[in-house]
């Protein structure tokens, strides 16, 4: 099955995993196999709601786990500071 976004040669799409400026190379598949990480990127069509919605999302997540470290860092002192 061919994918609607087959032969198609995005120029400022960077691969998911490394960062690598894929730089006109053709999706295959859906997806481009990074010649620096080998690794691949899917290609999909999103809209811009889901887009923001992933966003919201992350940010959400990391706000938890900075959250938690602080929480943590905070036990830890005072476990250490208490006789
Ligand atoms: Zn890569």
Redesign the pocket.
């Known amino acids: 099955m061919t994918h609607p976004f087959d032969g198609v040669r995005p120029r400022h799409a960077i691969?998911h995993?490394?960062g690598?400026q894929f730089g006109g190379l053709e999706i295959q598949g859906g997806e481009i196999t990074?010649p620096?990480?080998g690794?691949t990127t899917r290609f999909e069509l999103v809209s811009r709601a889901d887009e923001l919605t992933r966003l919201r999302r992350r940010i959400r997540r990391r706000r938890r786990i900075v959250g938690g470290l602080a929480v943590l860092t905070l036990v830890v002192l005072l476990l250490l500071l208490l006789p």
Do not use: A, G, I, L
């Open positions: 691969c995993h490394c690598y990074c620096e990480c690794r």
